[in-house]
Every structure is written in structure tokens, then in C-alpha cells.
């Protein structure tokens, strides 16, 4: 059974930056997808940015972070991270990892809190 956790948030100003960190357990971790989502109350949860399975080179983002975020995962450590830059206050969000499998999300952890605030 797949389960992932996040950490990593906090609090930083704007402009600052941060680095997510989502450790996982399973069988197969390393050939599923790896995905970063994100959520404000009151809201639903907003995709942010996904890196394939295997070698982890193919990454896809929303269009609100790219540039700005970097994905990337460590298959032997069964780790994804998540590189926030030039942060902004519309980042504020809890934000969680979860793994794809064929037909869905799968393993959300609790999330993490991130707080773009001066």
C-alpha cells in the first residue's frame, strides 16, 4: 500500500523560498508518478506539479508556479521534493504529495503547511 508524507513548510517572506519534502512507503514507489497538490480553505485542491516515474527527468507544473518551482524525487531514498523560489502569498496553501497510480491519487499524506507572509 502506497502512503506518503510531507514536510518541509513553514513560514517565509515574500520572495523567499522553501523545500518540500514527501517521503514514501509501497511496493513500486519508483515506477509511479510523484505529484505536488495544493489547497486554501474554502477552496479545491489545485494541482502544482508532477514528475513521472523511473528516472524522474519528465516533469509537468501549473502554470501559476512554473519557473518559480522544481520537482524532483530520489528513488533511492524514496523521497520527491518540491523547490519553492520567488514565493508569493497566493502560495499560501497546504500542500500534500500523493502517488498516481493507473486510475487515480493515491497515498495522500496530512500535508504540510506553507505561509507567504510578511
Known amino acids: 500500500q502506497l502512503q506518503l508524507v510531507e514536510s518541509g513548510g513553514g513560514l517565509v517572506q515574500p520572495g523567499g523560498s522553501l523545500r518540500l519534502s514527501c517521503a514514501g512507503t509501497?511496493?513500486?514507489?519508483?515506477?509511479?508518478?510523484i505529484g505536488w497538490f495544493r489547497q486554501v480553505p474554502g477552496k479545491e485542491r489545485e494541482f502544482v506539479a508532477m514528475?513521472?516515474?523511473?528516472?524522474?527527468?519528465?516533469?509537468e507544473y501549473a502554470e501559476s508556479v512554473k519557473g518559480r518551482f522544481i520537482i524532483s524525487r530520489d528513488n533511492e531514498k524514496r523521497m520527491a521534493y518540491l523547490q519553492m523560489n520567488s514565493l508569493k502569498p497566493d502560495d499560501t496553501a497546504v500542500y500534500s504529495c500523493?502517488?498516481?497510480?493507473?486510475?487515480?491519487?493515491?497515498?495522500w499524506g496530512p500535508g504540510t503547511q506553507v505561509t507567504v507572509s510578511s
Open positions: 514528475v513521472w516515474g523511473g528516472s524522474g527527468t519528465s516533469t
Open positions: 500523493a502517488a498516481q497510480t493507473s486510475t487515480s491519487w493515491t497515498g
Open positions: 509501497g511496493r513500486g514507489l519508483d515506477n509511479y508518478a
